[in-house]
């Protein structure tokens, strides 16, 4: 009465779905622990950036004679810690998208991973139904050979 047992045969590709999809979660992750990152360095390039422009004011709002050499050392320095601020802007902007691309990833890759569950689910049922099938023909075949054996 025993049918065989459910296989199936896709299980080799629903596990490389599944490894792909935590392999997306874990890309994912990093690139929002990078992105995390890039907004620690962002703050804190605006900070630097904040506190040279302060000095700037600071300078510049003095009484006593500056000299040229001292205010254009002033601005450069100014103009550098801008140009780092504006590559650490750049770099979070980049850090967004991958960060968006990552997910996007993952959506695919669980999407796939569903889909075959899903599959496997079907045929697991569908598996069943022909097993009950064929056992509940085997049981009406013993029924008959007995309602036979028992009227001769």
């Not at 510049?60 to 650490?88: K, P």
């Amino acid at each position: 009465m025993t049918g065989s047992a459910f296989r199936f045969r896709l299980e080799r590709v629903r596990a490389v779905r599944e490894r792909k999809e935590k392999l997306a979660q874990r890309e994912l992750a990093s690139a929002i622990s990078r992105r995390t990152s890039s907004e620690a360095e962002l703050r804190s390039a605006d900070a630097t950036l904040e506190h040279a422009r302060q000095q700037q004011r600071t300078a510049l709002a003095e009484r006593d004679a500056v000299s040229a050499t001292d205010l254009l050392g002033r601005q450069a320095f100014l103009e550098r810690v801008e140009a780092q601020r504006l590559l650490r802007a750049n770099d979070l902007q980049q850090r967004h998208a991958e960060v968006a691309e990552r997910d996007a990833q993952l959506a695919s890759a669980a999407s796939e991973h569903e889909m075959l569950n899903r599959l496997r689910e079907r045929h697991r049922g569908e598996h069943a139904l022909e097993l009950a099938r064929r056992e509940q023909g085997d049981l009406d075949e013993i029924a008959a050979s007995r309602f036979r054996g028992s009227r001769a």
